[in-house]
């Protein structure tokens, strides 16, 4: 099968999104299958060279603007110290910048009239576009208009939901109009959570018959660690914790109060402060972080506040034989289905996302009580395993 990737990004930058994007292509790559990737260019990109990308029929690059003069910060937490007449000045250019340049922005505009040039003779049997950046769905869709490329089937895989994006800061209202009008182009749409899928066909009941939903893949396959129990547990939070998305707070008072000692590393805007037995650090590298893992008994993995989409953490975690200690959040309902779906593989260990709950789920795997968990790789969770189940629907 002759594949083309799409992706509005470089795949060169860590970010828990490019890591599942490589091992989507990736698991084709190990399908046999002939695989295209159109993507951005690693210019004026911080890359870690540590990420090994797939190795690919070809590759397409894009070079983004040299200066991206529209960055997008996140900073939900911050004071508004600024004069209103600044605020207003801001607001202004900002508006300026989305009538000018739409409402992908500056930087996304630049690089898709960039891309969009790209052509090829040779017919796909299947062109999967991945988002985030959603503009990787418009690209393809553009191409396809223009019929830059040819392709048997359009397969949109959305690893977060642009609608209901915790992450997102554009105007709702021409946000929902662009993402109808990029649902209506594919012959599938596949969204990572069960609960996504139920939320955006209430939004979009026109493409419903369309939407389905799948696991991510790993990233890569852990090394497997030493199965004795040691004498003190080490817990281990990776991934950003912005207060808007997650609530990292009682994990991290469980811990303390417990006794047992950990690493939280991930951005944030909270300014949680390290201990004796805690350390707190900022993103580091994958090379970087993949040893600090290595010396970790307890993986961890925190549920989002709402929305119900699935952190691809728990993914790449389930590639271990590490224990998982897995913290729900979110309303009861989602709370319910991520439990009864996670639950059939004997793979966690669930609390709720409170302090009482967490140090008793600590003190139970200090003990022991969880002997019955299997620790051991989900293999459904393979990057060859799920494209083979998306490819073969």
């Not at 200066?67 to 207003?88: C, D, Q």
């Not at 397969?155 to 992450?167: A, F, H, S, V």
């Not at 402060?273 to 893992?293: G, M, N, Q």
């Not at 140090?359 to 990057?383: Q, R």
Request: net charge positive.
């Amino acid at each position: 099968m002759k594949i083309l990737f799409v992706v509005g990004s470089c795949l060169q930058v860590n970010s828990s999104a490019n890591l599942c994007h490589i091992a989507y292509i990736n698991g084709a790559v190990q399908l046999g299958h002939e695989v295209d990737v159109l993507s951005m260019s690693n210019k004026g990109s911080i890359v870690d060279n540590s990420i090994k990308l797939p190795e690919v029929r070809n590759w397409f690059n894009y070079d983004p603007p040299s200066v991206n003069s529209n960055p997008i910060t996140i900073n939900a937490g911050a004071k508004k110290t600024a004069s209103s007449k600044k605020i207003s000045l801001v607001t202004l250019m900002k508006r300026t910048v989305l009538r000018f340049y739409g409402i992908y922005g500056r930087t996304a505009s630049i690089w898709m009239r960039r891309a969009s040039r790209f052509y090829n003779s040779e017919s796909y049997d299947e062109i999967i576009s991945l988002a985030t950046p959603y503009f990787s769905h418009h690209l393809a869709q553009e191409l396809l208009r223009k019929g830059n490329v040819h392709a048997e089937k359009w397969i949109q895989i959305w690893e977060d939901p642009w609608l209901g994006d915790l992450y997102s800061q554009s105007n709702e209202s021409r946000q929902f109009k662009e993402e109808e009008k990029l649902l209506s182009g594919p012959d599938r749409i596949i969204y990572s959570s069960p609960l996504t899928l139920k939320y955006q066909k209430r939004a979009f009941p026109r493409f419903a018959s369309k939407m389905e939903w799948h696991t991510l893949p790993y990233y890569y396959k852990e090394k497997d660690s030493v199965n004795d129990i040691p004498s003190q547990e080490i817990y281990g939070y990776f991934g950003d914790y912005y207060s808007f998305s997650r609530n990292l707070k009682p994990f991290m008072n469980a811990l303390e109060a417990s006794g047992e000692s950990g690493n939280i590393i991930g951005n944030s805007d909270l300014a949680l402060t390290s201990t004796d037995l805690i350390h707190v650090r900022p993103r580091i590298s994958l090379a970087e972080l993949s040893k600090v893992e290595d010396g970790t008994t307890v993986l961890v993995f925190l549920c989002n506040l709402h929305g119900g989409q699935i952190p691809g953490k728990i993914y790449q975690y389930s590639s271990t034989n590490k224990r998982i200690l897995f913290i729900l959040d979110g309303t009861a309902e989602e709370k319910k289905v991520l439990y009864k779906f996670f639950s059939k593989f004997n793979r966690y260990i669930f609390c709720d996302n409170n302090s009482d709950s967490i140090l008793n789920a600590i003190h139970a795997i200090k003990n022991s009580e969880y002997n019955g968990i299997s620790n051991k790789e989900v293999a459904a969770f393979s990057p060859a395993n799920t494209m083979e189940d998306i490819l073969g629907k």
